[in-house]
């Protein structure tokens, strides 16, 4: 019996050896290849172009928001974002979820700020870009976005009245720098808000008018100074850009930057995997909204994402039709041909970019999916949605065929996936994003 | 005009794949096309520079009687997407302005990311109800601009 155990434990540990000397003549080989798999043809060398952060055009203009260049506002956005004052229990500042040290995001499945949200963190870089603020795009500008957590009664907790005496106590300076003049708060209420709590609601119910609307183009002039030092920040170059550019030039340097498999992933990226189809441009990033099947986090009361939100934004006291937008009506074009009251928007949430996506999981609007390698099996087998419609489709789908042209299924092997998550690694940041040199 | 025809037909051939598949190789990318009960003629205008992946902007449409007669009053709406993408137009394009010669100003176009594109017309008039689908191919800038 031992010599036949003996035996088994030989032959297995030379089939073992044999194989690894396979694994790793193969590897070689793949290695003498990864010169050959450096070629791009013309159509793909102009999809990886496309990635380059060379062509992200300067961030647009926001004629909303009148101070977004101005220095002194980027500064004053900073310290509001870091200052956890602003909160019910000061405790909570921007920074709490959109850690400056994490890619302005917090690494967990949904926000924790005096209470538990419903949502993923975004992270900030380059959400200067979006039409569309947030998962579902319920705001149409980054000034008031940043507004909607300030009064969210279990992220920041507060309430605008309470941040204008914070503003006046601490900020006069610096806002009257960029600002009007503050408005007297003497006589305000601490705590009063036109959607919160009973007596939130009764206490602004009974400020005059005038007192109500000095009190709304302060909270507005907040969220213009945020907005502004969320738009200077600046993405670096990734080892991807490196890469793409080199390739772009015909540098032979280029065959040296990214591994094999990087290379193969990249190949994938732009080809039959394709994600390049929504993960497109420079911040790989379609700004648009789209249903991939995500499981809800509450089945009981599902997210419906986009669908739920066009009413939001265009009843929205602080868009750019507003009172307190910088825009004239005629500028506000998103608004004007935004797509609402369509089925395809159920369950639908914005692409998300993909620079340093390795290394800020989870994934999905409420960190549905722990790993990219789940969310690459997700993709592929493109479960039914819950909510609305999946764009995708799965190989064995249903008999019945479908009557327009659909969507090809996503299919890849286990190591094709493998390859496609290494890829997603150059784009990881070397350092963390920090305000452009002025 | 046929220069513009030539230019699209051979766009359409050189498209950048971009990871679903290529437009059908039979793809119509004319833009004259009859509507589908022949009772219009139409005539689609984009504008003279394309606009960037993601940037608002208008085209023009024309819009004549199968004689040839331009059509003044008309209604149209405009719908469409990305066929093999399962989804729709990133917007709601609207007709904002009667230009005269029976054309239209749609405003609010806009194309998320290269690939073949249908733009669909719903028209109306006295003259009657009808459609027509046009199909464009929004390609890549090459690499190295």
Redesign the interface.
Known sequence: MRRLHSMVWMLGSFLATSAALAVTLAQAADGQTAARSDRWNAEDRAVLASLSLKRLAPVPVDPSNAVERLPAAVDLGQRLFNDARFSRNGAVSCATCHDPQKQFQDGLPVGQGVGTGSRRAMPIVGAGYSPWLFWDGRNDSLWAQALGPLEDAVEHGGNRTRYAHLMAENYRKEYESLFKAMPRTEGLPRDARPNGSAAEQAAWAAMDVRQRENVSRVFSNMGKAIAAYEKSLQHEPSRLDRYVDAVVANDPAAQGMLRANEVKGLRLFIGKAQCVTCHNGPLFTDQQFHNSGVPPRNAASPDRGRAAATAKVRGDEFNCLGPFSDARPAQCQELRFMVSEDPALEGAFKTPGLRGVAQRPPYMHAGQIATLEQVVRHLVEAPHAKVGHSELTHTHASKTKSTHVERAPIELTDAEAADLVSFLGTLNMDRQPAVAAR | MNRFITATLSIAA????????SPPTNLDVSIIRPTVDKKYVVTLQPPAAPA???Q?HSWQVRVASSAGAPVAHARITVDGGM????????????VTQELPDGTYLI??M?F????WWEIKLAIDSPEGADKVTFNTVVS??????
């Open positions: 050189l498209v950048a794949t971009t990871g679903c598949m960037a992946i993601n608002l066929p093999q993408h399962g989804h729709g137009l990133p917007t709601r394009p609207q405003e609010g806009k998320s990311m290269t690939g890549q800038p090459a690499a190295g601009r």
